[in-house]
């Protein structure tokens, strides 16, 4: 996964009684978070990918 999602509210479901509403994220270390922030992984990748890419002036942040 490359950016983070999210189930709003009480949408994601329950678990096994009691039924207990389950709130999830799915940024778990991901480059982009939730919230469209680039992290370190974000800045890495970036970078690794410039040193193979014969793009390099059309990759920005």
């Not at 991901?30 to 469209?36: D, I, N, T, W, Y």
Request: hydrophobic share 40%; aromatic share 16%.
């Amino acid at each position: 996964m490359f950016h983070g999602g999210t189930n709003f509210g009480l949408w994601s479901g329950a678990n096994d009684p009691p039924f207990q509403s389950d709130t999830t994220s799915y940024d778990y270390d991901a480059p982009l978070s939730e919230a469209g922030d680039a992290t370190f992984k974000y800045m890495y990748l970036r970078q690794k990918l410039m040193e193979v890419s014969f793009a390099k002036s059309i990759i920005v942040l």
